[in-house]
Nanobody
Framework: VQLQASGGGLVQAGGSVRLSCAAS????????MAWFRQAPGKEREFVPS????????YYADSVKGRFTISRDNSKNAVYLQMNSLKPEDTARYFC???????????????WGQGTQVTVSS
């Protein structure tokens, strides 16, 4: 699976951004997907994950109620809708794919290049 993330940018606190991750490869619909983020000087952090057919999702406590992960297997894409953004959400966001859902970044073999989200106060 090859992944390409897009949709980041500069947004004011309280605003919204929608990230997209386009996937290529025949196994996308069989893959769980996740978003991670990494701020400068910090470790890569789990954000949400979604099962292969979208029936199960998990969220980090820090984003519950604000972020929504979804996927469209007909378009080989996964999305991250981010609302009520805070300055602490500033990071580079990466999409990742693996056969099974997991929260640890080490569990994912396939990664996109990331897209920067900057939230100004």
């Amino acid at each position: 699976v090859q992944l390409q993330a897009s949709g980041g940018g500069l947004v004011q606190a309280g605003g919204s951004v929608r990230l997209s991750c386009a996937a290529s490869g025949r196994t996308f619909s069989n893959s769980a997907m996740a978003w991670f983020r990494q701020a400068p000087g910090k470790e890569r952090e789990f954000v949400p994950s979604i099962s292969s057919y979208g029936g199960t999702t998990y969220y980090a406590d820090s984003v519950k109620g604000r972020f929504t992960i979804s996927r469209d297997n007909s378009k080989n894409a996964v999305y991250l809708q981010m609302n009520s953004l805070k300055p602490e959400d500033t990071a580079r966001y990466f999409c990742a794919a693996e056969r099974l859902m997991a929260r640890g970044s080490n569990a994912y073999r396939y990664w996109g290049q990331g897209t920067q989200v900057t939230v100004s106060s």
